[in-house]
């Protein structure tokens, strides 16, 4: 399962190529199986999950939900956990569907970046699967992100086709994914732990696959099964009180609806548990890559986010670390970096590493270093391109670059370069960017 990136480069590196196929092959060493099985325990008469003893009679069912991105993957793998236990069903909610899949799991597909009728109907489904489980069930969340567009549910005077238009226009607007969410959660009945009003049923677990800047599971999907209310209830007041475009874009009548959806008062109670962060990839990463070549890896526990312009300065500063190694040398870092003019519209044509990448090399020129820059999530994971390849050594028209940068046509660079890194299917795996820049000598 190599990237499509060696058939369209005549000349491939033997590193480079080494290094590529690490990339490739962490993606598979990431086993959803034995993460969940670390947390699900089930002996003789009770099932331990994340430490916490139930008694397991045999009028106790078990219901597993997940929904995201990667509900095939988690759901999948939780049914090989509960293959020899009786009295459990799934339910599973993603955009794209496997083909392979055991028969007795319910799964509906769903819309993602964009919420749809699709995904009100999905939601629907959900909310009357929840409302039917017992008082004295145990549910399992599986969370992943895309939940966001995947389930919809809007408040009382707020059509779909209203909240589907507002999205576009934070889209355009190249809203920070954060406060994206508050949108969300502003105009939704579901969100914010909204879909816990349904359930009866007290034994309540999240496990979350965190594609969040800041690993904040509450933000995570918007949240349908985080009773974090009180909390997130300041913040979007706050938030809507000192921004006056975010007040326009709501409009008075709807801010009525929103704090009454906000003030209402949901008692549940869930236990929550991330089961793979950004950097425990990265870690994997690393070793892959030591593991297939000898060279020096620093794996960054730090991790970039917001300010387009702070953090592009940071990533040129890696690059002139990197470029002055005398040895060779892999540097991986974390990001998720929002980009500037408008470069993430669904209207244009290239995802966040496709501009940053290119915005790059327009201003920079190194005599030894490359980057790879790997998309999990986003514009990039939408069209199946997993990111960029770049060599800051080549010679380049700067001024043609700067022209697709302007004009929100990066991706058309990169053809012209041939600097995508495509496959024809998705990892399963949705995390947040990934660069990883490199000496080899």
């Known amino acids: 399962m190599l990237f499509k990136y060696f058939k369209i480069q005549k000349k491939v590196?033997?590193?480079?190529k080494k290094l590529l196929e690490s990339i490739d092959r962490s993606f598979t060493r990431v086993d959803m199986f034995n993460?969940?099985?670390?947390?699900?325990?089930i002996k003789n008469k009770e099932i331990i999950i994340s430490k916490k003893k139930i008694k397991f009679l045999n009028n106790k069912q078990i219901y597993v939900v997940a929904f995201g991105k990667?509900?095939?993957?988690?759901?999948?793998?939780?049914?090989?956990?509960?293959?020899k236990t009786r009295n459990v069903s799934f339910f599973s909610i993603s955009n794209k569907l496997e083909k392979k899949f055991p028969k007795n799991i319910i799964r509906y597909k769903s819309l993602h970046p964009l919420p749809g009728k699709l995904s009100l109907i999905v939601t629907r489904k959900l909310i009357e699967f929840l409302k039917k489980i017992e008082r004295n069930s145990i549910i399992i969340f599986l969370i992943s992100g895309g939940g966001s567009s995947m389930l919809a549910n809007p408040i009382n005077g707020v059509s779909l086709n209203k909240k589907i238009r507002l999205t576009k226009k934070l889209f355009t607007?190249?809203?920070?994914?954060?406060?994206?969410?508050?949108?969300?959660?502003?105009?939704s009945k579901i969100k914010n732990g909204g879909l816990l009003q349904y359930i009866k049923a007290n034994n309540i677990f999240n496990f979350?696959?965190?594609?969040?800047?800041e690993d904040k599971i509450e933000i995570l999907s918007s949240g349908p099964t985080v009773n974090k209310r009180q909390k997130i209830k300041k913040k979007i007041f706050n938030f809507f009180n000192q921004n006056q475009n975010a007040q326009k874009l709501i409009g008075k009548k709807n801010f009525v609806e929103i704090e009454k959806?906000?003030?209402?008062?949901?008692?549940?109670?869930?236990?929550?548990?991330?089961?793979?962060?950004?950097?425990?990839?990265?870690?994997?990463l690393k070793r892959e890559i030591k593991n297939k070549q000898k060279v020096d890896v620093i794996a960054s526990k730090n991790f970039l986010f917001g300010s387009y312009d702070k953090n592009f300065n940071k990533i040129e500063k890696i690059l002139n670390f990197v470029d002055r190694k005398k040895k060779n040398f892999v540097y991986i870092i974390g990001c998720q970096i929002e980009t500037p003019m408008n470069a993430k519209s669904i209207n244009k044509v290239g995802g966040r590493l496709q501009h940053i990448t290119a915005d790059l090399v327009s201003r920079n020129s190194f005599k030894n270093v490359k980057m790879v820059a790997i998309a999990t999530d986003g514009q990039d994971y939408d069209s199946n391109i997993y990111g960029t390849i770049i060599d800051f050594s080549k010679k380049y028209n700067k001024d043609e670059i700067n022209k697709y940068i302007k004009k929100k046509l990066t991706k058309n660079f990169h053809l012209k370069n041939k600097?995508?890194?495509i496959k024809k299917q998705n990892s399963n795996l949705n995390l947040k960017d990934i660069i990883i820049i490199y000496n080899f000598n």
Do not use: G, Q, V, W
């Open 261 to 284: 959806n906000l003030n209402l008062n949901i008692n549940k109670k869930t236990h929550n548990n991330i089961l793979l962060k950004n950097h425990d990839f990265i870690r994997i």
């Open 419 to 421: 600097s995508l890194i």
């Open 35 to 41: 993460l969940l099985k670390k947390e699900i325990k």
């Open 13 to 16: 590196n033997l590193r480079e």
């Open 173 to 187: 607007l190249n809203t920070e994914p954060k406060y994206l969410n508050y949108y969300r959660i502003a105009l």
């Open 208 to 213: 979350f696959i965190s594609d969040e800047n």
């Open 70 to 83: 990667m509900a095939d993957t988690m759901i999948n793998s939780s049914y090989r956990i509960f293959a």
